[in-house]
């Protein structure tokens, strides 16, 4: 009888060693989350454009001849009246000498009519000659007077051809391909230039914009929402190859003619270039202020996601650090962050981080957002750049 109760007593004590313990639930998983205020951002736009030089002239030849020689190296820098080209002189020295010639005939003639005509004078003062015969010499002395003046004109047309023979540099600037050689016969006004000169020490960026985002910025200004950026304000560039472009440049108009075909309108900047990087033709993009926009929400653009229907959600951790679905209502990008307009309000904590596998209702454990700071408007004190 002891024997069994001293077998029972070691089973019971075996099957109590064997029985496991339920283990403890898992805590809340962790999230990253920023608390949203109110800031500011500046506004920017990224536009398309070209390089266009600062001055270009296309050298014609104002005298038709035979070219005799070309006085410049292709692609070099040349300064303003730097002799390019000289064209025959010769038949233009010979008209230089007729008019001096016929000059010097009428200087002649001149003071021969006017002698005539104060003789004249002295006969019809006492009636020895008829008073037409008088008015007939004077009248002969005014035409040689004027005969002076037009052979005058004419030498000064023929000493203005001559030095047209000599075609020199209009502008200062870098110059192209000569598309004329020596022996060539060129016209006074042809359409083909003989080369072309363009200023790149500045250049010119033109760039295109849409007139409705234009309008909307400029609506937004009048209302007071946007502070404007101004005439002035600094503008980069991109490159080709996706460079920045060191020096900034300088806002200068925006056309005030809407293209019909495009609906866009051309805006245009400076910028220096005293390395020749920018040349003409060059397509680069720009990034230019638009204005600064104040009191507005910021949710960095990788905590939005979109639902089936494709409008912007967030989530976020709500009472009792519940997560909640919103769906935002966003107007445009500032840097990486949505200027969020509708569906957030000051002091809501938005999910940045490991909110990707969570559903609605789950229960949280929110940490700050300990990443690199994205959002402007939100506890990150930095204000980024914001672009279209």
């Known amino acids: 009888m002891q024997l069994r109760s001293a077998s029972l007593l070691l089973l019971l004590a075996l099957g109590a060693c064997g029985k496991k313990e339920t283990p403890p639930p898992p805590p809340p998983p962790e999230v990253g989350v920023i608390t949203l205020t109110t800031g500011s951002a500046t506004l920017t736009s990224d536009l398309p454009g070209r390089i266009a030089a600062f001055e270009t002239s296309e050298v014609r030849p104002q005298v038709s001849g035979l070219i005799e020689s070309r006085l410049f190296k292709e692609g070099q820098e040349v300064r303003q009246g730097q002799p390019l080209y000289q064209i025959d002189a010769a038949p233009?020295?010979?008209?230089?000498?007729?008019?001096?010639?016929?000059?010097?005939?009428?200087?002649?003639?001149?003071?021969?009519?006017q002698a005539l005509s104060r003789r004249y004078g002295q006969l019809v003062a006492i009636n020895a000659i008829a008073k037409q015969d008088y008015e007939n010499a004077q009248t002969t002395a005014a035409q040689a007077r004027a005969d002076v003046g037009a052979q005058r004109a004419a030498l000064q047309t023929a000493e203005i051809d001559l030095r047209r023979t000599h075609i020199n540099a209009p502008i200062s600037g870098r110059i192209g391909r000569a598309t004329f050689t020596p022996g060539a016969l060129v016209t006074s006004g042809q359409a083909d230039a003989l080369t072309t000169i363009q200023r790149i020490d500045t250049v010119y960026v033109d760039l295109t914009q849409s007139s409705a985002d234009l309008l909307k910025m400029r609506q937004q200004i009048l209302q007071g929402t946007v502070a404007g950026g101004g005439a002035t304000a600094r503008v980069r560039l991109k490159l080709e190859d996706g460079s920045a472009y060191p020096i900034e440049g300088t806002l200068q108009f925006a056309d005030v003619t809407v293209d019909p075909t495009t609906g866009s309108q051309t805006i245009r900047a400076t910028f220096r270039n005293p390395q020749r990087l920018l040349l003409p033709g060059m397509y680069v993009r720009a990034e230019i202020v638009d204005g600064v926009t104040r009191n507005i929400l910021l949710v960095p653009q990788r905590a939005v996601?979109?639902?089936?229907?494709?409008?912007?959600?967030?989530?976020?951790?709500?009472?009792?650090?519940?997560?909640?679905?919103?769906q935002i209502t966003t107007s445009r990008t500032a840097g990486a962050d949505w200027i969020v307009s509708d569906g957030l309000k000051p002091g809501d904590k938005v999910i940045v981080e490991g909110g990707m596998m969570l559903r609605p209702g789950a229960q949280v454990t929110p940490k700050p957002y300990t990443g690199k700071p994205e959002a402007g408007g939100a506890a990150a004190p930095a204000q980024p750049a914001a672009s279209k």
């Open 305 to 326: 996601s979109r639902d089936e229907k494709g409008n912007p959600t967030v989530m976020v951790v709500g009472a009792g650090n519940k997560v909640e679905s919103r």
């Open 92 to 113: 233009y020295r010979a008209q230089v000498a007729n008019a001096r010639a016929a000059l010097a005939r009428a200087q002649a003639a001149i003071a021969s009519s």
